[in-house]
Structure formats: structure tokens, C-alpha cells
């Protein structure tokens, strides 16, 4: 299947590279594919960026049939152009679909579009430390009928943004609100699927977080209200007397790229990590014995977030004394190093595009 081009007559101008921010501004051009029944996925185009005609009665605007995808494109020193593990997030894509009765795709030839996208945009990647040309595919229903059933017609959308640091705070850390009643998915539900309802359903708990002062939710279970799932968008880490424990997968965490990524790099290191149910109490009473080392948030956006500040019900507690701790440093120079080309990559996780 070809993918055509339409390059557009109007270039905007490029950002200021100090002052990007996070997914605000957008490149020339984004990629589109439709998909229709009985005719499959056709016509896969990159076009000129610009809105969307869609109809009132769009399927997405009412029943939030969509899952989108987060992928960042970094520009070596040498002026290499690379993705990291970029076909996870196509199969990840892919079972999003599945559990929202989205139909499968070619994941190849998404990755071949995508790599051609990023290549026609190539001067629009930044390359000041900590910066990313941020890649954003997303899948939406567009039948235009009211009904509760899965839509007959989509389109896949690609688009990129040249970013800097996720959070404000940038690598410093930051402080979480452990959330007692809300939650951010339950057994049998999305929660492993990057579906665009999750992030609306957590809206609530992060506003009234930050109206407390911190920056983001530490997720626990939907049944019990005990166990440690996700912080914010991002999976998380807890260093305990020098054993890395990160929540088990199931049906309710996303299994994150980068979070696969720390777990390989952890065990070439030789440094003990352990995937399974970790409960609020157990990580409070921890600091209460000293053995709470350090604790981090990971994912595309932020790569590794490490976390400064803990508040729970009565409990405030200070992590690592406020600072970075130094394995999630290590993690940190470690994966920005082999995403960016400038440390060698032993797991052969780096894709090059070709200019």
C-alpha cells in the first residue's frame, strides 16, 4: 500500500527551542489513514496539519471510541535520526483496538509511515538535553449515527510536536498525592488499553491534587483501595532496602515501554526488582524503617520522573531527602543516553530512520 504526500505550501516558523513546553506546538504535516467496512484500511496519506471536518453525530464525541499512542524521535550527535523500541508502541496500539473494538492494522506499514513523517519533518526535531519531537498517533470512530455499538469507520492519525520537559519541575522531583477514593481503572475494565477515556476519568483526582499542592495521583486498586497501581500516567518504582519493586502487570496497569526498559536495564545491572501487588502501607511503613530508598514514576513523556514528596490521608513523607536518588539518575543518563545515540545500545532497541 503507498503512502502519497502532499507537502504543504505554508511553513510555520520553528519554535524557540527554550521555550517548548509540552505538546502546544505542531509541525507541518500529519499522516492520515482511513478505514471503512468492507474496504479495510485505505488511502494512507501524509497532508498538510490542520483540522478535522467531523460531523456533530461523530461517533467519538459521544461514545469516546478512541486509543492514541506516545513515541518520542530524538537526533543523535552524529545527525542520525532515531526511534526508540517504536514497534512496541504499534503493538501496544494494536491491543488498545482490540479491547475497544477498534479493527487491527498493519503495524509495519503505521511504523513506515510514521518513519516517513518524522523523516520529512526531520529540522522540527529539537536537540537541546531533555528535548524530543514527540510523536502522537490516535485512532477515533467517525461514523456519523447515534448508537451504542462499535463504530464502522475510523481514521488513524499521526501527529508531532516538538517537546521539552513533561513536567514543569523538569528531572527534579516531584511531590504525589496518594488518592483514597478516586480511581483510575478496575479489574476488566481499560486500564491496560492507552484509551483516551482513562485520562478524562482521572482529570478530577489530579485537579483537586494540585489544589492541594502536589504536582500528580498515586493510583491505588478500584477493589480494595490499598495496592499501588500507577502514578499520575506513568507506571512507578519503589526502591526498598535496595530491591526495585514495580506493580505486577494485569488488566488495570499499562504496560509501559519505558517501564519494560527500566526492568531490563535493573536486571543487566544486577540490581534485585520484583513485580508485584505493593500496598500504600507497606511503602509508608518503609520510610518509617529506612529502607525507602528513592521511588520514580516512569513513561515516554516524562522518561523517569523521580518522586520527592509522598502525602497520604494525615501522612506527609520526604523521599530521598528531597533529591533525585541515584539509581533513578543512573536510569535517567541511561535511557536518555541510548534513545538520544549518545551510549551504545546493547539491546538493539534504537531505530534509525533514513534520510
Known sequence: ?????????????????????????????MFI????????WHNPRIVPYGPLEMDPACAVLHYGQAVFEGMKAYKAPDGRILLFRPEQN???????????????????????AIKQLVALERDWIPTAPGTALYIRPFIIATDNILGVRPSSSYKFIVILSPVGAYYEE??????????????????????????????????????NAQAKGY?????????????????????????????????????SILPGVTRDSILQLLRSWGVPTV??????????????????????????????????????REQVIEISGGKIGELTQRLYDTLTGIQTGKLPDPFGWVVEIDI
Open 90 to 112: 504499534m503493538a501496544r496500539l494494536n491491543r488498545s483496538n482490540a479491547r475497544l473494538s477498534i479493527p487491527q492494522f498493519d503495524e509495519e506499514l503505521a511504523l513506515q
Open 275 to 312: 513485580e508485584r501487588r505493593l500496598s500504600v502501607d507497606e511503602v509508608f511503613e518503609a520510610h518509617a524503617q529506612g529502607r525507602l530508598v528513592e521511588a520514580f514514576g516512569c513513561g515516554t513523556a516524562a522518561v523517569v520522573s523521580p518522586i520527592g514528596r509522598l502525602g497520604y
Open 170 to 207: 523538569g528531572l527534579n522531583p516531584v511531590s504525589i498525592y496518594v488518592e483514597p477514593y478516586y480511581v483510575r481503572a478496575v479489574r476488566g475494565g481499560t486500564g491496560f488499553a492507552k484509551a483516551a477515556g482513562n485520562y478524562a476519568g482521572s482529570l478530577l483526582a489530579q485537579k
Open 215 to 251: 504536582s500528580q495521583v498515586l493510583w491505588l486498586d478500584g477493589i480494595e483501595r490499598r495496592y499501588v497501581e500507577e502514578v499520575g500516567a506513568m507506571n512507578v518504582f519503589f526502591n526498598i532496602g535496595g530491591e526495585l519493586i514495580t506493580p505486577d502487570l494485569g488488566d
Open 1 to 29: 500500500m503507498e503512502i502519497t504526500l502532499v507537502k504543504t505550501t505554508k511553513p510555520k516558523p520553528k519554535p524557540d527551542p527554550e521555550k517548548l513546553g509540552f505538546g502546544r506546538v505542531f509541525t507541518d504535516h
Open 33 to 40: 489513514w482511513d478505514y471503512s467496512e468492507g474496504k479495510g
